[in-house]
């Protein structure tokens, strides 16, 4: 049984990654911190693990994306996409009158994930202007921390997995700014995991370094690619943390590196002077709604 490490129980990640395997057993490892879910997997210890990457609403996930650049050497092995449904919770009775209305005056303090809370700002200017904000590792950790102290006016925003899991109530059903937010994921570890689940695609990720003093150097690197007529995904430019000004480029292609136009577009790159770092060629998922619903 393989061991996949993640964020704590209750999480979008955990609930993510159930869809993900649709039934098929896991030992699931759980972490309070993300640098620990990586050197988890890093270190041996897991076969794999979790790491949410992209936001409908966030975009991209910076911290964990430099982490699989500069701290670990991880490729990825499978994306999923999950839809990110933030609502407000708290111990039962706390906030809701006996007609299940909710007393937003009663909360003092509002916990969550940043990037969650983040998702949620206009509920948050909205009904809980005067309460204090506290970010904490995890959802779920916003959850078990709220569980701890019933009476205090203190809620968590987080999803009904979460509340179902620590027996929270919610006060607020979806809370976030927009409906249609989803969360991209991406499993990550030395093997390729065999999968139930029928992929939707395939997809490479690479990183590119360009040569220094070549003017029009990204032009050409995009040009590999378009006149293969390869779709790109995405490209984002990343600090290489080296000095003032110097960036990789993460570019997301929507092609496996066994085909033939891949491997040749990389060494065309590659010949430009450019140094590629392969992150991973994998298969995607899109989210099955009406499977999700039924589970």
Request: charged content about 20%; aromatic content about 8%; hydrophobic content about 40%.
């Amino acid at each position: 049984m393989k061991s996949i490490a993640m964020l704590p129980e209750g999480t979008t990640s955990h609930e993510a990654l159930l869809h993900l395997l649709d039934g098929e057993p896991f030992r699931p490892v759980y972490h309070k911190l993300i640098s620990d879910v990586f050197l988890s997997t890093a270190s041996g210890k897991t076969d794999y693990s979790v790491i949410p990457i992209e936001n409908t609403i966030e975009g991209s996930v910076s911290l964990h994306l430099d982490w699989l650049i500069h701290e670990v050497e991880l490729p990825m092995q499978a994306e999923w996409i999950y839809p990110s449904i933030q609502n407000l919770i708290g111990n039962p009775g706390e906030f809701l009158d006996t007609d299940g209305q909710a007393r937003y005056d009663r909360i003092v303090k509002v916990l969550s994930h940043p990037v969650a809370m983040a998702q949620c700002g206009q509920f948050i200017r909205q009904h809980l202007p005067g309460a204090e904000i506290e970010t904490v590792g995890s959802t779920s950790e916003a959850v078990e921390i709220v569980k701890q102290h019933p009476g205090k006016g203190w809620a968590a925003i987080a999803t009904e997995f979460g509340a179902r899991t620590h027996g929270l109530e919610m006060v607020a059903r979806r809370v976030t700014d927009h409906d249609n937010n989803y969360t991209r994921f991406v499993l990550v570890g030395s093997a390729k995991p065999e999968l139930r689940r029928r992929s939707s695609g395939s997809k490479t990720s690479i990183l590119v370094t360009l040569p220094e003093d070549y003017p029009g150097a990204l032009h050409q690197v995009l040009s590999a690619f378009a006149w293969r007529r390869l779709n790109l995904s995405r490209i984002e430019s990343r600090p290489t943390k080296k000095k003032l000004g110097s960036y990789y480029f993460y570019i997301d292609v929507l092609e496996p590196m066994d085909s033939v136009l891949m491997p040749a577009a990389i060494e065309e790159i590659q010949a430009l002077g450019c140094m590629v770092r392969v992150m991973g060629s994998y298969p995607t998922y899109t989210y099955e709604k009406e499977k999700a619903e039924v589970q």
